[in-house]
């Protein structure tokens, strides 16, 4: 059977029902690495009232609205977080799927978006003062983009992007902890590396400003991360719109 492209979308569909899924178990990710909480046990409670929630309480994005986002128990609200990373993560894979098709390209870009999303959550809700989180995207970025597809490593644009990256890192940490040059070099380095060169001296311009007001200006730091959070959502999208589209090499 051909492959048509009413087929492709209906399986966009799925992807987007199996990202959904993967932004709630996200959320729990994030939330547990806060305080951490092993991320299986034990199972997902009301935070509040600590009543162990049930499988009709945790449909992605759609337990939060019907319940007008507050506890079936104890009416406690439910943080607007929960549905709207379900939501973007499931954008995040549906839009992969769609841009790229099945195969290795999908798992490629699907898993490196939704590892720098969950790297960027973690970074907005600052609660985890370790390195790891952002080391590890870094690490699996660069498997990513240089091992598997075995491209030359240590070419100029490389070495821009990690220069660019460390000045981002070390403008953010001067009067802060030695955390946050992880946290502003990582979210640095992802975009540089991942969205076409022709970005790069532009993004690395503008990262520097940030970082520099996020240091010097301490009643505009939390607004100064969420501007630095909310780029990091808009060039995780643009990088999937820039993979070369699957109906370009199938005939729908």
Same mark, same amino acid.
């Given at each position: 059977?051909?492959?048509?492209?009413?087929?492709?979308?209906?399986?966009?569909?799925?992807?987007?029902?199996?990202?959904?899924?993967?932004?709630?178990?996200?959320?729990?990710?994030?939330?547990?690495?806060?305080?951490?909480?092993?991320?299986?046990?034990?199972?997902?409670?009301?935070?509040?009232?600590?009543?162990?929630?049930?499988?009709?309480?945790?449909?992605?994005?759609?337990?939060?609205?019907?319940?007008?986002?507050?506890?079936?128990?104890?009416?406690?609200?439910?943080?607007?977080?929960?549905?709207?990373?379900?939501?973007?993560?499931?954008?995040?894979?549906?839009?992969?799927?769609?841009?790229?098709?099945?195969?290795?390209?999908?798992?490629?870009?699907?898993?490196?978006?939704?590892?720098?999303?969950?790297?960027?959550?973690?970074?907005?809700?600052?609660?985890?003062?370790?390195?790891?989180?952002?080391?590890?995207?870094?690490?699996?970025?660069?498997?990513?983009?240089?091992?598997?597809?075995?491209?030359?490593?240590?070419?100029?644009?490389?070495?821009?992007?990690?220069?660019?990256?460390?000045?981002?890192?070390?403008?953010?940490?001067?009067?802060?902890?030695?955390?946050?040059?992880?946290?502003? !070099?990582?979210? *640095?380095? #992802?975009?540089? $590396?991942? @969205?076409?060169?022709? +970005?790069? =001296?532009?993004?690395?311009?503008? &990262?520097?400003?940030?970082?520099?007001?996020?240091?010097?200006?301490?009643?505009?730091?939390?607004?100064?991360?969420?501007? !630095?959070?909310? *780029?990091? #959502?808009?060039? $995780?999208? @643009?990088?999937?719109? +820039?993979? =070369?589209?699957?109906?370009?090499? &199938?005939?729908?």
């Amino acid at each position: 059977m051909p492959y048509t492209e009413s087929m492709h979308l209906f399986y966009t569909i799925f992807f987007f029902i199996f990202g959904s899924l993967l932004g709630s178990f996200s959320n729990v990710v994030v939330l547990r690495m806060a305080i951490s909480k092993s991320v299986i046990f034990p199972p997902s409670a009301c935070p509040k009232c600590d009543h162990q929630l049930h499988a009709i309480d945790l449909v992605p994005i759609f337990s939060w609205l019907f319940l007008r986002g507050k506890c079936r128990y104890c009416k406690a609200p439910i943080s607007v977080q929960y549905p709207l990373v379900e939501s973007f993560m499931a954008i995040i894979i549906c839009f992969s799927f769609y841009r790229t098709g099945p195969g290795l390209d999908l798992i490629c870009l699907a898993s490196g978006m939704a590892i720098w999303f969950i790297v960027s959550t973690i970074f907005i809700r600052n609660e985890v003062l370790r390195h790891q989180p952002f080391i590890w995207a870094v690490v699996y970025t660069i498997i990513l983009k240089y091992l598997i597809s075995g491209k030359a490593m240590f070419n100029n644009d490389f070495i821009i992007v990690l220069v660019a990256s460390i000045i981002v890192g070390l403008a953010s940490c001067i009067k802060n902890n030695n955390v946050d040059f992880t946290r502003w !070099f990582c979210l *640095a380095f #992802l975009p540089l $590396i991942y @969205l076409p060169k022709e +970005f790069l =001296p532009y993004l690395a311009g503008i &990262f520097i400003l940030i970082s520099i007001i996020y240091n010097i200006s301490k009643a505009n730091r939390k607004k100064t991360m969420w501007l !630095f959070y909310i *780029a990091q #959502l808009v060039f $995780i999208l @643009l990088n999937i719109y +820039f993979k =070369p589209p699957f109906s370009a090499f &199938f005939d729908f």
